[in-house]
């Protein structure tokens, strides 16, 4: 109805009606997430990372590194920027650490429910995707890392990349079962059969369910088992129909718990100032390392600033994050939560229409069609 209406994009109605629910007291989730509101955000998380991770051919990168590249410069210098001004604004070392990494992470989520509703394709579109489904990717890794080390000082960084590296092993093992067992499916059954598409999410959601108490990240594994496929399977890989219907209702419950969740936080003058910091310097950090960055990469600087624009959006990922830090350490957590949430809230909402008007600008999607009266005279006419 928001996209017919005024042209907006789909996902804008769901914060909206998530944030409205959320302010009401009516959504039932706790905070920080556990249970059912926990492992319905994770699943929905794993599930879009997993159709990212499939679409993400490893050969691009061999024909253009410089890709690669460009993808670590902007995540360093966004988690850069975001520390520096978050220290000037004299929080806590923990605590800027904690949103300098949720600030790395993109959506995904939101990017590819846009491109869905408008039908966008093109080097625009791709290199959108692709970024942010890198910038998660790293964003997943340090976080859960992360989430050992949260209440100790700056000096745990090699920690930190010990834990890094066993949380992105760990990870990688059962997404590479993930998708050995999907190959073998795949060769038994149709791909665009509903049997498919129920063992597909069968599968993700066992790797949800068994991922984190191994020491490893549910959606890091659903990424990297969707990245495995791709390069595995011997046919094209095809989303099917079946589990496209799934994965769209599960992507709505997931808006609709991330607004929900997010309009909780702190809107104090405080932490709403810091948040508004970080929106401004994360979105120019991305923008401006992506410009840098461009040459070689086989792209113009209008569409490289398109892309930019494309990763401004958090959701998901970022909630999970924040919940995550909130439960390992309620002190640090809550001093995390109280700016990251209106983050998360501010830039899935602005974010949704940047990606709409970057894609739309870009000449990679129509301009969403308004719904307009008929002129007076026509129902006249039809009945003469």
């Given at each position: 109805?928001?996209?017919?209406l ?24 706790t905070?920080?997430?556990?249970g ?26 061999r ?25 000037a ?12 990494i ?8 939101v990017l590819?429910?846009?491109?869905a ?7 625009v ?13 790293y ?22 990349l ?5 949380v ?7 997404g ?23 063992v597909?999410l069968?599968l993700?959601?066992a ?9 490893g ?8 088992g ?16 079946q ?8 992507s709505?419950?997931?808006f609709?718990?991330?607004s ?12 709403f ?112």
């Amino acid at each position: 109805m928001v996209q017919r209406l005024a042209g907006l994009p789909k996902v804008l109605g769901y914060a909206v009606v998530g944030a409205l629910a959320g302010a009401a007291g009516l959504a039932g989730a706790t905070w920080p997430l556990r249970g059912v509101g926990l492992f319905l955000l994770e699943l929905g998380i794993a599930v879009v990372l997993f159709e990212a991770g499939a679409r993400l051919p490893l050969r691009w990168f061999r024909h253009n590194p410089m890709v690669l590249l460009q993808s670590v410069a902007e995540s360093l210098l966004t988690f850069a920027a975001a520390y520096g001004v978050l220290r000037a604004l004299g929080l806590d070392a923990p605590v800027v650490r904690a949103l300098a990494i949720i600030a790395v992470a993109a959506s995904p989520a939101v990017l590819m429910r846009v491109v869905a509703d408008l039908r966008a394709g093109g080097p625009v579109t791709d290199r959108a995707i692709a970024l942010a489904t890198l910038n998660t990717l790293y964003a997943l890794t340090l976080g859960t890392a992360m989430l050992r080390t949260i209440d100790r000082g700056e000096g745990t960084l090699a920690a930190s990349l010990a834990y890094s590296l066993t949380v992105l092993g760990l990870s990688a093992l059962v997404g590479a079962v993930l998708a050995a067992v999907l190959t073998i499916a795949l060769r038994l059954l149709r791909p665009t059969s509903q049997d498919t598409a129920i063992v597909i999410l069968a599968l993700v959601a066992a790797a949800v369910a068994g991922t984190t108490p191994l020491g490893g990240s549910a959606p890091l594994a659903a990424l990297l088992g969707g990245l495995a496929l791709r390069q595995v399977h011997p046919r094209p890989w095809v989303w099917p129909r079946q589990l496209g219907t799934a994965a769209s209702m599960l992507s709505i419950v997931m808006f609709v718990l991330v607004s929900a969740m997010a309009v909780r936080g702190d809107w104090g003058a405080a932490s709403f100032g810091a948040a508004l910091a970080l929106i401004a310097v994360r979105a120019g950090a991305k923008v401006a390392s992506l410009l840098l960055t461009g040459f070689g990469t086989g792209m113009a600087p209008r569409q490289t600033l398109w892309v930019g624009a494309a990763l401004v959006p958090m959701s998901a990922v970022a909630l999970l994050l924040t919940s995550r830090f909130v439960s390992a350490s309620h002190g640090v957590g809550q001093q995390v939560a109280a700016i990251a949430l209106p983050v998360i809230l501010i830039t899935e909402l602005v974010g949704a229409v940047m990606v709409s008007v970057a894609l739309v600008r870009s000449g990679e999607a129509a301009q969403p069609e308004r719904r307009r009266e008929p002129p007076a005279g026509d129902g006249e006419e039809g009945k003469s």
